[in-house]
């Protein structure tokens, strides 16, 4: 692959639909920590997972006891394991590399979203957002779940717990979904409920810890921490987006919040947790369609935490807003008419996924601009051609000039070609596990083996009408020849089953033009018949030229 040389200057967001991805009805999306393999959940119960490098499917992850559309995927930390979480209330722990199952657990409520544990390479806990119940803590190994409290009301000096039309019973509750989500580390989970209140929850000890509301108080749809846990980001029902600044420390959070409720005992209840949470997070910006007034689809960040994307949720149309984090819209990308239901920004690249209603995943990159100048600061652009006379000695292997200083490098030493090294910008202390970067994927034919079949059956129609064959001769030049560069074989077989086409090659079509230039020997006339040719599945029939004496 060519190295593009871009302007470093130019803005680091994409631009324009730079491919797509076609594999069934596909649902939700999300990309390892590196961004090399996107894993894509289906319609269908299956999860696919495509290496990003080459678009190519590399696995494909299908469980016989689960045929309902996936509602989320999820990662592990060093990408060795994938979460999902379907339609018919079940989540499902799989082994990438193995292709194999390690658990499924049936939930009382159908799970929205489900988030792995992010404090371990192997992690036994998840976090999951049912569709009428409190989000809850699931033990994957025993099955276990513990429901998060969603309001400051079930929190009392006593430690009992009043019944809240937020918790499930028996799985059965009027309450709208609830947002949540771990922090960096996964020490505290962040709870965005429907009075438009974000609490601050140790699931350790299931204790709120601190409380901060939302300005106009409406219910929180999304929330989303940055991938360096220093922001923020909520989506609300008034259409606003809402950036915060975690003002607590990443590794020491449960720590910093101890101290903080130590050093404002002189405050009780609701007001005590307001101000610690103003000690946790401040409000950083609003980010709004003053014009439109449009409600957002799937907002998240950008790999560096530089840039905030959301999708119009209009339906019948695929829009995508870009904003900095000074909250100033960039850029508005519009692809097709078709709704947006799932985004996601790439780790690492300038590039966002989206999918559609339709089942297709659309890739923006940017429409980069070649600048040598940039790439190399003494390289000057010609704006036209100009005289140039090289010294004497410019192109010797020794100039006069200048001789060439030697390489300190030693030609005898091994390089190392297979070693990673750890990229400080991913790489923790604590990742004992090595981590899934890439996996082996299997080439796939552009023509299956059946149309490999006509291919060849139509090859020899046309040969037998070109050579100088008994057949051809007796059908006499002067007849009505078969155009076989518009035959419904091609345009119909072709047009639907495979993406590409054959065209005939020029030394057919210059012995069909002298055939029709030629006079007629024959004083025979044969008439042509057209009749079905059934394809051998016996799903299609196409109309081939068989040729018949009467």
Not at 314 to 340: F, M, T
Not at 392 to 401: G, R, S, Y
Request: contains cysteine.
């Amino acid at each position: 692959m060519n190295a593009q040389i871009i302007d470093p200057l130019q803005g680091d967001f994409p631009e324009v639909i730079e491919e797509y991805l076609e594999h069934g009805c596909m649902k939700c999306i999300a990309f390892n920590r590196r961004g090399t393999l996107l894993a894509v959940g289906c319609n269908d119960g299956s999860c696919v997972i495509w290496d990003f490098e080459t678009r190519g499917i590399a696995k494909e992850l299908r469980d016989n006891d689960c045929s309902s559309p996936i509602t989320s995927v999820c990662w592990s930390k060093c990408g060795n394991r994938i979460l999902i979480s379907a339609a018919d209330k079940s989540l499902l722990l799989w082994d990438v590399m193995s292709g194999k199952r390690i658990t499924r657990i049936v939930l009382q409520q159908t799970p929205l979203h489900a988030r792995l544990y992010p404090g371990s390479s192997k992690p036994s806990l998840c976090l999951a957002c049912p569709l009428s119940c409190a989000p809850m803590i699931v033990d994957l190994n025993t099955g276990n779940t513990t429901s998060l409290k969603v309001s400051v009301l079930e929190v009392s000096n006593n430690g009992a717990t009043p019944a809240s039309r937020n918790k499930c019973a028996d799985g059965i509750t009027s309450f709208s979904p609830t947002a949540a989500c771990f922090s960096k580390n996964g020490n505290l989970v962040y709870v965005g409920n429907s009075k438009g209140e974000i609490l601050i929850i140790n699931h350790i000890d299931n204790e709120v810890r601190a409380m901060v509301p939302i300005p106009g108080g409406s219910v929180v749809k999304n929330i989303v921490f940055s991938r360096n846990g220093k922001y923020l980001l909520t989506n609300s029902n008034d259409r606003i987006i809402r950036i915060y600044e975690n003002l607590l420390p990443l590794k020491d959070e449960v720590r910093a919040l101890d101290d903080l409720n130590e050093n404002l005992n002189d405050l009780e209840g609701v007001e005590k947790l307001k101000a610690v949470g103003s000690k946790c997070l401040t409000l950083f910006r609003e980010l709004q369609d003053l014009i439109t007034k449009v409600h957002w689809k799937a907002p998240c960040f950008s790999g560096d935490g530089e840039w905030v994307v959301g999708g119009s949720a209009s339906k019948g149309e695929h829009k995508i807003y870009i904003w900095d984090r000074v909250g100033r819209l960039v850029k508005i990308l519009e692809g097709p008419k078709e709704a947006i239901i799932d985004l996601a920004w790439h780790p690492v690249r300038p590039i966002v996924v989206s999918v559609s209603l339709n089942g297709i995943v659309y890739i923006w990159a940017k429409d980069y601009t070649e600048n040598w100048s940039a790439f190399a600061p003494d390289f000057k652009e010609l704006e036209e051609n100009e005289e140039y006379v090289e010294r004497e000695d410019e192109f010797d292997l020794i100039p006069e000039t200048g001789k060439l200083k030697e390489s300190d490098v030693n030609e005898d030493d091994e390089v190392d070609i297979v070693t990673v090294e750890k990229d400080p910008g991913f790489s923790d202390s604590d990742m004992s596990e090595e981590e899934l970067c890439f996996l082996p994927a299997t080439p796939t034919c552009d023509v299956p083996e059946q149309m490999d079949k006509f291919i060849e059956s139509s090859s020899k129609l046309v040969d037998s009408n070109n050579s100088g064959s008994p057949l051809s001769e007796e059908a006499g030049p002067n007849e009505h020849t078969t155009n076989h560069n518009l035959s419904p074989l091609e345009d119909d077989a072709w047009g639907t089953r495979a993406k590409r086409k054959r065209k005939p090659s020029e030394k057919v079509l210059e012995l069909q033009a002298e055939k029709l230039k030629k006079p007629s020997k024959s004083s025979k006339a044969s008439k042509f018949k057209t009749k079905p040719v059934v394809d051998e599945d016996g799903s299609n029939g196409f109309y081939g030229d068989e040729f018949s004496d009467e």
